[in-house]
């Protein structure tokens, strides 16, 4: 790799960019194509930024900001016109062609065997002979994403939604239309687009979507600039805040406290703004200690009965080779994890995956032990 | 003040006590007596050492440790019997006379004037001048407790409960019997005695003694080791840390994040251990979504409406100079408050105190017009 081309494609002095690597920047050859990746963000560059062998590089998506209250977020963010979009629920993908092949990065800027195989699989290669300086940013979703695995999405598997294009090299976005009319013209699953809304009635409109995605499972929404110019901000439902608490509760002491206290903060807010009824307010009370207290104490239970507390999730992988590189890739990652043997299953093989949640485990059976805290 | 003679009290070298001077160890000469306050705990002293002008030492008050779950840490931490103690829910200070004044002590060694104030007028200075050497180690509770203001005690004002009693110079506790005999001895309130217990039948009386004290809107006990070896263990009601999480959500930003997830972990381990019925379960969420969402709600709305958040306390001083002596107290501390002019009121000055919760105040302020997450 030409650390001298890769310094300056992304704006920075060689020297610099000497001196960051193995910091920030780390080095990659497996899997293959090689690439320097941004574990942070540095100098305005996102972290997940990627630069590969042939110089090439695909930035980092962009965080998206949060809405807390969503009336006064949109008119102070946004001008005249807001585009409402659905946020899905699994994990941010970033593909691209870079020699010959297609490669699905994460939001960290790993290559995923597993979503590089899903995006393969999903997204015609024609969209790449055509545009092979294109980035399609989406999101996979489906109860065989083994990040987030969801029931909720029209999916036995695990599928590609397009939500963003941009280019290589580049580190904006094209803007919502550019992304529909590019799913819609090569045949690729994009996010919902539930329309156009003039800012006074954007609010009132967006609430009764979430409402209704709540209702159904689903996580939220992303509000966008028709315009392209002011940058995109989500806002998700309660029941989405709270499905969050009740998967991490249940390794209470694998996640971190922020996660907790950010979602209660968000409820607090969102029943302040949408002036819940005395009823809706019990509800949404019950909703959150429940999402709480229910897999905690589950966890306490599981445990007492000796059973050790384990993330079971599941991949289905055309490919046998899949499987084990995807087991590598957790392994690089830093997860622990144990994979059954495959077995067939239509679609190819379906692989169970036991993750290790060590401090739940050490906690819990150290409390019922009688540690004290 | 002989900073040698001090490190020879407390077994450190004069070098290291030097050493420690302006770190760790910071002297103070207001509210006199003059002295030296450990900040934090080092070479086993615990935080809040006290060492006087006189070379008087008065110990930290030791950290009681929390049960997370009765039955396997009474089995784990005690042998044969345990007493049970009430724990009352204020703040604890340490009382004894240096030289010719009586002072009260908090938890980090501060003089307190007010609790100062307090102390002399409800303890009888026979207890001194019988025993000198006494350091009597007590929660004061009421509705003008200005740090943890509590309505469920039988007091209108401040009251001192005596809950161990220890000696100057000395790190241990002399025992529940000893400190009930003392109180009786000399007429002083004391915290209740619940009784003794054997190990096997303990935790089922705590539990019935602990689901009475939180309807009654009391914290929880304190178990101690009848025959004074093994340290004391503490465990409280569900309604308890709710109402704890009730006052920290209204100040959501001030409080820090493992306040609320240490509070509601207990809660998921008491659900566990509890065998809560479904209905109980049901109540014991609803409890705790409330007890955050609730005053969080009510805050966001306050400063909807224009109004700002603050903490309002209220003491009763005798002596308007203690008034004077506890703004400059908080001040000392770090607390911004304004203090109202003192209205007479039974058993001295009212003075109504507004604590600004600045974070609070800049966070949903910023939220509330726009900004984002």
């Not at 942070?40 to 590969?52: M, N, P, Q």
């Not at 409402?211 to 989500?234: F, H, S, T």
């Not at 302040?272 to 207290?293: P, T, V």
């Amino acid at each position: 790799m030409n650390l001298r081309a890769a310094a300056d494609g992304l704006g920075l002095s060689p020297e610099r960019m000497e001196r960051m690597l193995g910091r920030v920047v780390r080095s990659s050859d497996w899997p293959l194509p090689r690439l320097l990746r941004f574990d942070k963000a540095v100098s305005g560059i996102e972290a997940g930024t990627v630069v590969f062998d042939n110089n090439e590089i695909v930035y980092g998506y962009p965080k998206i900001r949060r809405a807390m209250m969503l009336l006064p977020a949109i008119k102070r963010h946004f001008s005249d016109w807001v585009i409402v979009e659905e946020k899905m629920n699994g994990h941010n993908v970033r593909v691209a062609k870079v020699g010959k092949s297609v490669v699905a990065l994460t939001r960290g800027g790993f290559i995923c065997p597993y979503s590089t195989e899903v995006a393969r699989d999903q997204i015609p290669t024609e969209i790449f002979r055509d545009h092979p300086d294109l980035v399609l940013c989406g999101e996979m979703v489906g109860p065989k994403n083994p990040y987030v695995p969801k029931e909720v999405y029209p999916t036995e598997s695990m599928d590609f939604y397009l939500f963003d294009v941009s280019r290589k090299g580049k580190r904006e976005m094209e803007g919502s239309s550019m992304t529909h009319a590019t799913a819609e013209e090569y045949g690729i699953r994009s996010v919902r687009l539930f329309g156009e809304f003039g800012i006074d009635e954007a609010a009132e409109k967006i609430k009764e979507i979430i409402k209704d995605l709540g209702v159904r499972g689903r996580e939220g929404v992303v509000i966008k600039d028709p315009a392209n110019i002011a940058g995109p901000i989500k806002y998700t439902s309660s029941e989405s805040n709270c499905r969050d608490l009740e998967f991490a509760f249940r390794y209470y002491s694998d996640y971190g406290q922020d996660f907790f206290f950010s979602r209660v903060v968000r409820e607090g807010f969102q029943a302040a703004e949408w002036s819940d009824s005395e009823e809706e307010f019990i509800e949404r009370c019950l909703r959150l200690g429940k999402s709480m207290l229910g897999p905690m104490r589950e966890t306490v239970e599981t445990k007492i009965e000796g059973r050790p507390i384990v993330q079971e999730v599941e991949i289905v992988v055309k490919d046998l080779q899949t499987a084990t590189d995807f087991e590598e890739h957790l392994r690089r990652m830093g997860v622990r994890a144990i994979f059954d043997p495959p077995r067939t299953s239509p679609g190819g093989y379906l692989v169970k995956i036991k993750r290790l949640v060590m401090s739940t485990n050490d906690k819990t059976e150290s409390v019922i032990g009688g540690q004290l805290w």
